[in-house]
């Protein structure tokens, strides 16, 4: 096997430690639980690299079983199987890896696998299609020239040469520096004889990845030479006109604003050479260009839709004064005196920023727009867009939950989120779902162990209550109240952080690590389930409004123009509802003393609608642990004795009480 396709993906961090150890791994090895699985999984991966392939492969496959590195088992058990010469093996290894794989690097080095794997069947037909998945998935540079080399090699097994060629070329030459690019440029010196002029793709792949401007802009030049096309050729211009400046800069810019994706960029940067060269009037004449005119025609029926037709940006400029500055002196450049900003807590807040910055000069109306329902609006009135995302959460949890009877079987569904529970109570309550978990019945800080009790005392109490089924809404905000130092050390989770700082939730599949770590826990006595792992996030976010949030923004957006042009105090104020009146609210009294950051409105988990959502759901309750009976058939069904139940889960029944008036 050649080492692209052993280089797709590094070695988990707790699989590591070399095989010096071997002795003592085949001693733990032997012990149940995940820490025997993962030894046999670090004990296979050494055998792999001895060539001792027929135990690496039943070391592998026992290590398969383990809660969440099963694919990482998978993968190397397939590609053990695959060096013994075990083709179907493989397959039906890799298979099952990639259909667990919750990591993109792991994904595509089985699809890499599984297109080797199809290889050695001489199937090009299967190498090819998995080969194509591989690049797809493929993650760095490593895996798209090893993607490219796999589809030069099964288009060579076909016949097609020509083909071949261009493939291997494609890796040769498009990612200069990779294993794979090597191997690729034998495999072409072999079936070619001598080295083809790389193909305007290749080139093009080749440039982006450049470091030297000088030799981006002459890799650029020449793909332009061989015909480039469509929106890669308007991308080659933009490029050759960033790199090159002056009047051939300028030209380059005027062929990539042809093309509709690059033409912004294009006339961005047609400004600032206009401004290097010297002509600043000029620059900004450009700079106009960007702005459009809205007329009553464009906006007059754009209530019905979703989505924004002034796109959305997550840029924040309040990182640094001269961001700021920018941003005041370009409004002023473009003759602006009045903004409107719409969005959550962090648009307000650099609405705030920028309208301190500006000292009166530009007047600001800020109104409030995120699903996540949690700015401190007065009377408890909802940010638009929440009831249109919970509308739509509830009709599709509908049909989860459906499933879930029909299949018998568990379901754990995360909802979007960042701070506060409003959005996946909201979801939940409305459409029954068996249990809600929000971050406000925590503390400051929980840990997955404990959210994993509360979610397994809901199952073991539901099958006391004789049903296998049941949907666990989880709201994806409980993330941030878990130690960073714990979901470092989740296998496969990367924490990544958006321009506001905020660790970006969506990158953690928090639906998959509960559901591992509860699956584990039934497996581990002898118990298995099935439990189904979804998310609802960025599909709720861009649905057409319902009839109260298309009235809401229109109240919304005259209060907007009726602040700007009135005369109120204050250069700027955010627009609300408060009762049937409009409301102004300074900036200032959104903001948390202590923080300097806009205050988060979390779910009051002492209100009344609290109280009646937890009343409708199962999960343990005190009084669970009151009745002998309850209490020694929850731990029947949890195969313990009732003091050891009771030690266990006492704390999943003491959150948030749901008594009281």
Same mark, same amino acid.
């Given at each position: 096997?050649?080492?692209?396709?052993?280089?797709?993906?590094?070695?988990?961090?707790?699989?590591?430690?070399?095989?010096?150890?071997?002795?003592?791994?085949?001693?733990?090895?032997?012990?149940?639980?995940?820490?025997?699985?993962?030894?046999?999984?670090?004990?296979?991966?050494?055998?792999?690299?001895?060539?001792?392939?027929?135990?690496?492969?039943?070391? !592998?496959?026992? =290590?398969?079983?383990?809660?969440?590195?099963?694919?990482?088992?998978? &993968?190397?058990?397939?590609?053990?199987?695959?060096?013994?010469?075990?083709?179907?093996?493989?397959?039906?290894?890799?298979?099952?890896?990639?259909?667990?794989?919750?990591?993109?690097?792991?994904?595509?080095? =089985?699809?890499?696998?599984?297109?080797?794997?199809? &290889?050695?069947?001489?199937?090009?037909?299967?190498?090819?299609?998995?080969?194509?998945?591989?690049?797809?998935?493929?993650?760095?540079?490593?895996?798209?020239?090893?993607?490219?080399?796999?589809?030069? !090699?099964?288009?060579?097994?076909?016949?097609?040469?020509?083909?071949?060629?261009?493939?291997?070329?494609?890796?040769?030459?498009?990612?200069?520096?990779?294993?794979?690019?090597?191997?690729?440029?034998?495999?072409?010196?072999?079936?070619?004889?001598?080295?083809?002029?790389?193909?305007?793709?290749?080139?093009?792949?080749?440039?982006?990845?450049?470091?030297?401007?000088?030799?981006?802009?002459?890799?650029?030049?020449?793909?332009?030479?061989?015909?480039?096309?469509?929106?890669? /050729?308007?991308?080659?211009?933009?490029?050759?006109?960033?790199?090159?400046?002056?009047?051939?800069?300028?030209?380059?810019?005027?062929?990539?604003?042809?093309?509709?994706?690059?033409?912004?960029?294009?006339?961005?940067?047609?400004?600032?050479?206009?401004?290097?060269?010297?002509?600043?009037?000029?620059?900004?004449?450009?700079?106009?260009?960007?702005?459009?005119?809205?007329?009553?025609?464009?906006?007059?029926?754009?209530?019905?839709?979703?989505?924004?037709?002034?796109?959305?940006?997550?840029?924040?400029?309040?990182?640094?004064?001269?961001?700021?500055?920018?941003?005041?002196?370009?409004?002023?450049?473009?003759?602006?005196?009045?903004?409107?900003?719409? =969005?959550?807590?962090?648009?307000?807040?650099?609405?705030?920023?920028?309208?301190?910055?500006?000292?009166?000069?530009?007047?600001?109306?800020?109104?409030?727009?995120?699903?996540?329902?949690?700015?401190?609006?007065? =009377?408890?009135?909802?940010?638009?867009?929440?009831?249109?995302?919970?509308?739509?959460?509830?009709?599709?949890?509908?049909?989860?939950?459906?499933?879930?009877?029909?299949?018998?079987?568990?379901?754990?569904?995360?909802?979007?989120?960042?701070?506060?529970?409003?959005?996946?109570?909201?979801?939940?309550?409305?459409?029954?779902?068996?249990?809600?978990?929000?971050?406000?019945?925590?503390?400051?800080?929980?840990?997955?162990?404990?959210?994993?009790?509360?979610?397994?005392?809901?199952?073991?109490?539901?099958?006391?209550?004789?049903?296998?089924?049941?949907?666990?809404?989880?709201?994806?905000?409980?993330?941030?109240?878990?130690?960073?130092?714990?979901?470092?050390?989740?296998?496969?989770?990367?924490?990544?952080?958006?321009?506001?700082?905020?660790?970006?939730?969506? /990158?953690?599949?928090?639906?998959?690590?509960?559901?591992?770590?509860?699956?584990?826990?039934?497996?581990?006595?002898?118990?298995?389930?099935?439990?189904?792992?979804?998310?609802?996030?960025?599909?709720?976010?861009?649905?057409?409004?319902?009839?109260?949030?298309?009235?809401?923004?229109?109240?919304?957006?005259?209060?907007?123009?009726?602040?700007?042009?009135?005369?109120?105090?204050?250069?700027?104020?955010?627009?609300?509802?408060?009762?049937?009146?409009?409301?102004?609210?300074?900036?200032?009294?959104?903001?948390?003393?202590?923080?300097?950051?806009?205050?988060?409105?979390?779910?009051?988990?002492?209100?009344?609608?609290?109280?009646?959502?937890?009343?409708?759901?199962?999960?343990?309750?005190?009084?669970?642990?009151?009745?002998?009976?309850?209490?020694?058939?929850?731990?029947?069904?949890?195969?313990?004795?009732?003091?050891?139940?009771?030690?266990?889960?006492?704390?999943?029944?003491?959150?948030?009480?749901?008594?009281?008036?």
């Amino acid at each position: 096997m050649g080492t692209s396709a052993r280089a797709a993906v590094q070695v988990p961090e707790s699989l590591r430690g070399g095989c010096p150890a071997a002795t003592a791994l085949r001693r733990l090895a032997t012990t149940p639980g995940p820490a025997g699985l993962r030894a046999a999984l670090r004990l296979g991966l050494c055998f792999l690299e001895g060539r001792r392939f027929g135990e690496a492969v039943a070391l !592998r496959d026992r =290590g398969s079983s383990h809660p969440t590195l099963a694919p990482y088992g998978l &993968l190397w058990a397939g590609e053990a199987a695959l060096a013994a010469g075990d083709w179907e093996g493989a397959l039906r290894r890799l298979q099952r890896a990639v259909q667990l794989a919750l990591a993109a690097p792991a994904r595509a080095r =089985g699809y890499l696998l599984l297109s080797e794997a199809s &290889l050695r069947r001489r199937d090009a037909a299967a190498a090819e299609w998995y080969a194509h998945l591989a690049l797809r998935h493929a993650a760095d540079d490593e895996g798209r020239a090893a993607a490219w080399r796999l589809l030069g !090699r099964a288009s060579e097994a076909a016949g097609r040469q020509q083909e071949a060629r261009w493939r291997y070329a494609m890796s040769w030459w498009g990612f200069p520096g990779t294993a794979a690019s090597r191997e690729a440029e034998t495999d072409l010196r072999k079936l070619a004889g001598r080295m083809p002029v790389p193909p305007a793709l290749a080139r093009a792949e080749r440039a982006r990845r450049l470091q030297d401007p000088r030799a981006q802009l002459e890799e650029w030049r020449a793909a332009l030479s061989q015909g480039l096309t469509g929106a890669l /050729e308007a991308e080659a211009w933009l490029r050759v006109g960033v790199l090159a400046g002056s009047t051939e800069g300028l030209s380059a810019l005027h062929r990539a604003a042809a093309h509709p994706r690059y033409r912004a960029q294009a006339r961005y940067w047609t400004g600032v050479i206009l401004v290097r060269l010297g002509r600043d009037a000029d620059g900004v004449h450009v700079w106009r260009g960007l702005v459009r005119e809205l007329r009553i025609e464009d906006v007059s029926r754009i209530h019905f839709d979703g989505g924004s037709i002034l796109r959305t940006s997550r840029a924040n400029p309040t990182r640094n004064p001269e961001d700021l500055d920018r941003v005041v002196r370009n409004l002023q450049e473009l003759g602006i005196g009045y903004l409107v900003t719409i =969005g959550g807590d962090d648009t307000a807040f650099a609405a705030g920023r920028v309208a301190e910055r500006a000292g009166g000069a530009v007047r600001f109306a800020h109104v409030p727009k995120t699903i996540d329902n949690d700015l401190p609006l007065p =009377g408890g009135a909802p940010t638009f867009g929440f009831n249109t995302a919970r509308h739509l959460g509830f009709q599709l949890l509908q049909n989860i939950m459906e499933d879930s009877r029909s299949m018998n079987r568990w379901y754990f569904v995360a909802v979007m989120g960042r701070s506060a529970g409003h959005l996946a109570l909201g979801i939940g309550k409305a459409a029954g779902a068996t249990l809600v978990l929000i971050p406000e019945e925590f503390g400051p800080r929980v840990s997955l162990e404990a959210v994993c009790d509360v979610l397994e005392g809901a199952m073991l109490k539901r099958r006391v209550m004789g049903r296998q089924d049941g949907v666990a809404v989880i709201a994806e905000g409980i993330l941030e109240r878990v130690p960073e130092e714990e979901l470092a050390r989740l296998e496969g989770v990367r924490i990544v952080r958006d321009p506001y700082g905020h660790i970006r939730l969506a /990158e953690l599949d928090l639906a998959y690590i509960l559901k591992s770590m509860v699956e584990a826990r039934f497996a581990r006595r002898g118990d298995p389930v099935t439990i189904v792992h979804k998310s609802l996030g960025y599909e709720l976010r861009c649905a057409p409004p319902v009839a109260s949030d298309s009235e809401y923004v229109r109240d919304l957006g005259f209060g907007a123009v009726e602040f700007l042009l009135g005369d109120h105090p204050g250069s700027g104020a955010l627009i609300c509802r408060d009762g049937d009146q409009l409301r102004f609210v300074d900036f200032r009294e959104l903001l948390d003393p202590e923080t300097g950051r806009p205050r988060t409105r979390l779910v009051d988990i002492h209100s009344t609608s609290y109280r009646v959502a937890r009343k409708y759901m199962i999960r343990l309750e005190p009084q669970d642990f009151e009745d002998p009976e309850q209490l020694r058939r929850l731990a029947e069904a949890a195969k313990t004795t009732p003091e050891e139940f009771r030690r266990r889960y006492r704390h999943a029944a003491e959150l948030p009480a749901t008594t009281g008036t």
